[in-house]
């Protein structure tokens, strides 16, 4: 038997940042889905999989379309399956038990915990990471991130071919929150080259109290179009740079930098730097120059600077950079909804340090930074005043301090 525990992620700063190269502060959480797995004796037979997840089952088989509903969990599992099978051949058929903790849908990427755990498990079972071709292109956990992100996209990475992922366009925060993370600390890091740059610490008697908002964060249907709009519009601008200036840049993270001149991506760009007008110029109009000045200021200023000011202990510094990547998200990224702005406002009411919506967007879940003795007193008001207002919304709140990252389990 093999099994993997990957814990949630709190995505702390650097909202849609990842997809363009950019910066992040992110952590793990205490809560997790756990895969346990074994051969099945008939290597003939479909992959079994038993979940905590609804108490469902299903039998799915590599490369053929499992039928399954839209926004089913399954689809997760049947994508790691045809990836794997892809890059290393035939897999020796399983049966897999998934648990989870993790509210689903939350913004705290259950998804992306249940697709990291199979793969890690399926890996296990077929002694995969003996491989060459493993060793050879997988060497420390920010590359298995990176892998584990690009079965979800469907992208190639390095010289594993790419295959249709899960739908959406994201980047591999998600999957090096869980996996390339410090215990008990931020991890900051930038995605072109993926790089953890440093951890920082939250103050001793400071931890996370997190709401979920009962409005569910999916990537399905209209939601997964919204959300792809984001990648969408920020592919288009670094397109229009390569077109304009006859490059080939790899995403607007270097393109920053390369334009300002500021190298070392832990230092802040000057966000009105003249430098960067060339690139605005290029630009398509509307929410493609929105989002651009999101990603310039999030992922080049406000990140770099929240990781200086929590490693200096400037904790007025920290809450004012928070409120303003909340006020980007819901001006210019464009994928905040009334209940995440107001969870965000009702935890600064209530006297918390800092307070941020975080995740996909369009739902999900709010982070709030309050001394570790009230969390418990400040959760429950804070769902009481949440639910005072939404009366249809049933809210639910854990308490978390920065967790550790996914840990293979032993038998």
Known sequence: MRGWRVPGRIEVLGKHTDYAGGQVLVSAVGRAVTVRGQQKSDASSPFSIRTSLNGERAELVPLRDPRLPNGHWGHYVQTVLDRLTTNFGPLASAELTIESDLPPASGMSSSSAVLTAVAL????????PSREEWQRTIANRV??????????????????AGLTG??????????????????????????DPPTVLGTASLPGD???????????????????????????A??????????HTGREDSSLHRVVRELTGVTDPAQPVERSSRE????????????????????????????????????????????????????????????????????????????????????????????????RGDAEEFAKQWKRDYEAKYPLREATTLVSDPGSPAERLEF
């Open 121 to 128: 498990t399926l890996a296990d079972l077929n002694d995969l």
């Open 143 to 160: 590359d298995l991130a990176g892998y584990a992100a690009s079965i979800e996209n469907g992208k190639r990475f390095k010289n594993f």
């Open 166 to 191: 899960v739908g959406t366009s994201g980047g591999s925060l998600d999957h090096t929150g869980m996996l390339a993370t410090t215990e008990g600390s931020l991890s900051h890091v930038v995605f």
């Open 206 to 232: 400071l931890t996370f109290v997190v709401a979920v908002s009962g409005v569910l964060a999916e990537k399905t249907g209209a939601a997964r179009e919204a959300y792809n709009r984001g990648p969408a």
């Open 234 to 243: 920020l592919g288009a601008v670094l397109e229009a740079w390569n077109a």
């Open 276 to 371: 960067l007008d060339a690139l605005r110029r290029v630009a398509p109009e509307g929410y493609a120059s929105a989002r651009l000045e999101q990603f310039i200021e999030e992922s080049e200023v406000l990140v770099p600077e929240a990781a200086t000011a929590l490693g200096s202990g400037d904790l007025e510094a920290f809450s004012s950079i928070v409120a303003r990547s909340q006020d980007l998200a819901e001006r210019k990224l464009g994928n905040q909804i009334s209940e995440t702005i107001d969870l965000a406002h009702f935890a600064r009411a209530l006297g918390a340090r800092a307070a941020s919506a975080f995740g996909a967007g369009f739902g999900g879940s709010v982070w709030a930074l309050v001394p």
